[in-house]
């Protein structure tokens, strides 16, 4: 499948800006931590002034009482700057964790509340990627570089300033290495933020991949592919890892380059100092002092221009992030929606459907399509692979809406209605059930979280799964494994249908239910399958016939439109497509 087009490369302003309303959640947090930022620059811009007092006043004056004092004053400095230091690490640390969780949360949330249409054009392993390897960029962002940064600026504007007061001919001289080292940033800015974002692209390109493979890990041994998958992710990870050394070699050449002009205009100017000490226009103290604001100052510019990089990096993965908080699902609920009466009769109705999927637009999958399954009814869907059966079900649970036509659950179309309640009436067992790494118990709760135990078992019971499920080791408490990889293929679909049976909603959709059992479960299962579809609206997608012996009423499909339909004696007496499916499939 393909995967969003990435959107152009933004500004890290524009990108990390989303950040703010994160953050803002936690006004006391971030308040106190720019409080002990405050705190710890300014013992930091004090360190210059009180390494002067104790060289002029304590070494120069001979005096133990002036060497004292001095030296108390620069450890209440560095006290001061300790302290500071601590609690702002503390403050901005927790305030990242804070807002990467809300982010991730949220990132989550939204993805979840997207429409099917989306995940159709969408890897998963690469939506992981975006909540894994892209949200971790932002929590560097807030809990180290944000702070860095700010720090940094603080301490570059202060140093700068105090520079002019210690010596504002020398200062000016140091003028000249600011602008030079900026340069180097302008320019390769912009490089390494598309490279970056290139890179971001690759590691979730290797993510999707792993994803992708684990997922089938059975399948890869199956055919033997383990040394042909290693290879295609070695190639992706090398790729990833491409991409990532330009990067840092463009940051390595923009840092170097920053750090080696801005020092060079610094020993320039401090080369002068040094002859004015020597000729008694400077004291030497003096002469520290304006050492450590050009340190500082220097520093702080060789750290800005590192968190620029780190922007730059962090930037892709916002943008990235950015782009999937503003997908919009194509499937809302209206803002007045209508409500489906109570009890819900479960009268289904299509009335002139047609419908192309997204990633197909030039293959109707339904055309003209109607159908009319009236209250308690059990309809039977039959015909060949693409025919259109598993495209009813889609519609019907309004993954999709069609282009042309209605859907309509007791006389009110789903466009109308809001999805989320259309589908508490529906419930559905797959022919490929999905069970969660959860309990067997909770895998059943699923179809209805509020359910008893008592209520569990029961629906377990029904589904003739209560046999297998009590002889685990810790009976329902039993962990089932990713995907139930603990039980059957037989196994998984007898809780696929308690679960269904335990939903107990008025509309049943069973996708060849009991395709994966053999015989003897088929036959315990069918017993469950009457009494769960009675009195509920049931369309089954069959391909066995004893599924279709339970139907009331057969419709036969092909290429989206139905051709027959009728009970199973009316449908062979035709000889059509139903007589030759039944001969190859259902009679064989």
Not at 158 to 184: D, K, N, Y
Not at 234 to 240: E, G, K, L, Q, R
Not at 314 to 328: P, T
């Amino acid at each position: 499948m393909n995967s969003p087009t990435p959107a152009p490369a933004k500004a890290p302003i524009g990108s990390l800006r989303a950040l703010w309303p994160f953050v803002r959640r936690y006004r006391g947090l971030f308040i106190a931590w720019l409080l002990a930022l405050s705190l710890s620059s300014s013992a930091s811009l004090s360190l210059p002034f009180a390494f002067r007092i104790m060289i002029d006043e304590g070494f120069s004056s001979g005096s133990a009482g002036s060497i004292d004092r001095a030296f108390l004053l620069l450890f209440v400095v560095a006290l001061v700057l300790a302290l500071g230091t601590a609690t702002r690490f503390f403050f901005v640390s927790i305030l990242g964790e804070r807002v990467v969780a809300d982010l991730r949360t949220e990132l989550y949330a939204h993805l979840i509340s997207l429409d099917a249409g989306f995940y159709d054009r969408t890897r998963s392993g690469e939506l992981v990627s975006r909540l894994t390897s892209d949200v971790e960029l932002i929590r560097n962002i807030i809990g180290s570089v944000m702070s860095i940064a700010l720090r940094s600026t603080i301490t570059a504007i202060g140093a700068m300033v105090l520079l002019f007061v210690t010596s504002p001919r020398l200062a000016a001289w140091a003028l000249i290495g600011i602008p030079l080292a900026v340069l180097p940033v302008i320019f390769g800015a912009r490089k390494i933020r598309k490279i970056s974002r290139s890179n971001q692209d690759r590691i979730a390109d290797a993510n999707a991949l792993a994803t992708e493979t684990l997922g089938a890990v059975r399948t890869v041994q199956a055919h033997a592919r383990e040394g042909y998958e290693r290879g295609r992710f070695a190639n992706a990870v090398d790729i990833a890892v491409g991409t990532a050394r330009k990067r840092i070699g463009a940051q390595a050449l923009m840092t170097g380059a920053t750090i080696t002009l801005f020092f060079g205009a610094i020993t320039l100017v401090l080369w002068s100092g040094a002859h004015d000490v020597i000729a008694g226009r400077m004291s030497a103290g003096t002469l520290i002092q304006f050492v450590l604001y050009a340190l500082f100052g220097g520093g702080s510019v060789a750290a800005l221009a590192e968190v620029w990089n780190e922007l730059q990096k962090a930037a892709g993965g916002m943008g990235r992030i950015n782009d999937l908080l503003q997908e919009r699902p194509g499937i809302v609920a209206p803002a007045n929606p209508r409500v489906l009466p109570s009890p819900v009769r479960g009268e289904i109705r299509f009335d002139d459907v047609t419908f192309h999927y997204p990633q197909r637009p030039e293959a109707p999958a339904l055309e003209g399509f109607n159908l009319h399954v009236r209250p308690g009814e059990t309809v039977a869907l039959v015909g060949p692979s693409g025919a259109g059966k598993s495209t009813v079900f889609t519609l019907l649970l309004r993954f999709h809406d069609p282009q042309l036509g209605h859907v309509s659950v007791d006389g009110i179309d789903l466009r109308e209605l809001d999805p989320a309640l259309l589908r508490d009436a529906i419930a559905l067992v797959p022919q490929q059930p999905t069970l969660f790494a959860a309990s067997a118990a909770d895998n059943i709760r699923y179809g209805r979280l509020d359910a008893t135990d008592a209520e569990v078992h029961q629906a377990a019971e029904s589904a003739e799964a209560d046999g297998f499920l009590d002889a685990l080791k810790d009976g329902f408490a039993s962990e089932l494994g990713e995907r139930g990889t603990r039980l059957s293929g037989g196994q998984q679909q007898r809780v696929a249908i308690a679960r269904a049976l335990l939903k107990d909603a008025p509309v049943l959709l069973l996708d060849e239910a009991t395709s994966a059992l053999d015989a003897q479960s088929e036959r315990a299962v069918q017993h469950a399958l009457e009494n769960l579809m009675a009195g509920r609206t049931t369309l089954v997608i069959a391909h066995r016939l004893a599924t279709v012996l339970m139907a009331d009423r057969i419709v036969v499909m092909d290429a989206g439109r139905i051709v027959a339909e009728g009970t199973h004696q009316q449908l062979l007496a035709q000889h059509g497509l139903y007589a030759e499916l039944a001969r190859l499939q259902f009679l064989d």
